[in-house]
């Protein structure tokens, strides 16, 4: 018996009404939607901390959802695993044409745009029927963040983009004023809406910029976090206490942090 083999094996044991375990029986794709994203996140977090250990273990936590998930199918009579399989094994053929194509896409190697125009016509085969977008595929469920980036990247395939980065300024600037003014209006709904359309604008400046907006947060969190701890240590040594200081002394300390 394969490992693989072994772990759907376990699955379908973990499973089974009978002799199967109570938790496991009693969940379904929506209650197990948020393990599978946090697995995910767990699987990226053990890669920077450069934890191979961890990784591996991550790794396996993460197949098992997937075998979770194929599972629950098999027993709704849509599809198992090996339908999964088939399934990624087949697009991963279809979508390098310059690897696994005919000799002459081969010899032709990676075209640049090719990899959007067969995810555009897998799009089109999956819903033949109605008007097709070209925002289709880009899941609700993704991070606001990646989903922003995603549209904006989505909507840029048809032309709808601004030529340049300073023309993504231009709008970041203009949604500053507006959020301001919502500001000083008080209310709460504008200023979330003027705020949403401002870290849309963000996004695409990154875009442009060609930065994962995702990677410049966590390397910002990544950095605050850092310079902050080292002010927390410094009050700590000296028997102060950040929370007893003014804003100045606050700002002091920041200042001394970054240097650091």
């Known amino acids: 018996m394969s490992s693989i083999e072994k772990l759907l094996e376990i699955m379908a044991r973990l499973r089974d009404p009978a002799s199967g375990c109570p938790w496991d029986v009693g969940q379904d794709f929506s209650t197990i939607?948020?393990?599978?994203?946090e697995e995910a996140y767990e699987v990226a977090d053990a890669i920077a901390r450069r934890d191979m250990a961890d990784l591996r273990d991550e790794l396996g936590d993460l197949l098992f959802q997937v075998v979770f998930h194929a599972r629950m199918a098999e027993e709704a009579?849509?599809?198992?695993?090996?339908?999964?399989?088939?399934?990624?094994?087949?697009?991963?053929?279809?979508?390098?044409?310059?690897?696994?194509?005919?000799?002459?896409?081969?010899?032709?190697?990676?075209?640049?745009?090719?990899?959007e125009t067969i995810k555009a016509a897998e799009r089109s085969a999956r819903t033949p029927a109605g008007p097709d977008s070209v925002l289709d595929g880009v899941a609700i469920a993704l991070p606001a963040l990646k989903r922003a980036f995603k549209l904006g990247k989505r909507a840029a395939l048809?032309?709808?983009?601004?030529?340049?980065?300073?023309?993504?300024?231009?709008?970041?600037?203009?949604?500053?004023?507006?959020?301001?003014?919502a500001g000083k209006s008080g209310e709460q709904d504008a200023v979330e809406e003027e705020l949403g359309d401002l870290l849309f604008a963000i996004t695409n400046l990154a875009r442009h910029l060609k930065v994962d907006p995702e990677q410049a947060l966590a390397r910002a969190n990544a950095k605050f976090e850092r310079r902050f701890r080292r002010m927390e240590a410094?009050?700590?040594?000296?028997?102060?206490?950040?929370?007893?200081?003014?804003?100045?002394?606050?700002?002091v300390r920041w200042q001394s942090a970054k240097q650091g």
């Open 158 to 181: 048809v032309g709808f983009d601004w030529p340049d980065a300073g023309g993504v300024m231009a709008k970041i600037d203009e949604e500053l004023g507006e959020l301001a003014v």
């Open 234 to 251: 410094e009050a700590a040594a000296e028997g102060a206490n950040l929370a007893e200081m003014d804003i100045d002394a606050l700002e």
């Open 33 to 37: 939607a948020p393990y599978t994203i």
């Open 77 to 115: 009579g849509e599809f198992d695993f090996r339908a999964v399989t088939d399934a990624i094994s087949d697009k991963l053929v279809r979508r390098h044409p310059h690897v696994f194509g005919t000799m002459e896409e081969r010899r032709r190697g990676a075209v640049p745009g090719a990899w």
